[in-house]
């Protein structure tokens, strides 16, 4: 029920859980204002709240003091993905690239491989085909990892180390058989590199580059308070939190595993100007201050995350620059072998609302 507040104001009840401001469009400004100032209470006191619990949890969660090591010999991998893509009539049609380097230390060890694939038939809204893209760069990811193990020591992921079951999981909502296909596929793919990993004593890491986990208050039964707003309240730049496991989703990669005997996801957070996490297996964990040293000792100093991710990143980037050219390409390629009459129906070939070609 919606009772009015003033002559400009109307305000739900206070039973129903929400209060609601309609007013004039004059006092729009006036509004925002007063916005920000419940913003400003509400941050306050979660800081508070986090404080008040800040020695508790300095009893409860390992910490790592980092150090910069020697790591000019060690030999990394990484790998990124980018997509995007154009909504036309026919649906969403998504473009994905991934990148693969190798390096030793921080330099680049050879040149960046480029991977993508031939596009799959289907009709995908805005909302699959967004997910699909996805999952088609973390596919490419490991296949060009699996590509690079065999010659390095060490394996970066940009990303987690398992892709959020609930968010990209086909159960829920009807999705396309293409959908299906590159979901399977996908969970396969970090099977099979998982479990060469633990063969070849390789560790498969993640580095999640924004933290938006609540792993560590979700397992201490502290609700959902953000992992990097924790880490920062209890590590110092040059300190990491952890390794704590993972509050993860992965089982769907357990019938490709065979079995998950030291597969487990668990996390390390790094503190360098923002906290980045980083995600590695149960078979890595002997390896993981080695690991968080190395990360932390190769971090490019404007961002703070691994160098190697950084390199990976920027190439593999998919602008609008770029998908607007693939749609002219795609549309010229149609002109190509189209009589006049048949041209004119390129118009179901066209953008939807809001696009731009």
Known sequence: MVKRGSRSKYRLSEEEGLDVVIARTDRLNEILAQIAKNHAKNLAELAKEVQEIKEELEALIPKLKLRKVDYSLVKVAATDAG?????LLFGYQPVTIAVGMKFVGSRKASPPTVATIKPLKGYFDDEEGAKYSTLVGYYLQYRLALNLLKDVDVVLLDGPLYPPKNYYSPRGRAHSPAYHLVYEKTYKSLAEL???????????????KRV???SISSRLGLGRIPDNLLVNVLA???????????????????IWLGDNEGYDPWSIFVRRRKPFRIDLPRYALPSAETIANLLYST???RTGIPIQIVAVDRISKVTERHVSLLYKLMISELRKNMSPEEIEELAIFSLQRGEEG
């Not at 998982?194 to 999640?208: A, C």
């Not at 730049?237 to 357990?254: I, R, Y």
């Open 212 to 214: 938006r986990s609540t």
């Open 194 to 208: 998982l479990r060469r990993g633990k063969e070849e004593d390789k560790p498969v890491i993640g580095v999640v």
């Open 83 to 87: 997509a995007n893509g154009k909504d």
């Open 299 to 301: 971090a490019d100093p």
């Open 236 to 254: 110092e730049e040059g300190q990491a939190v952890g390794p704590v496991p993972l509050n993860s989703k992965w089982e769907d990669v357990l």
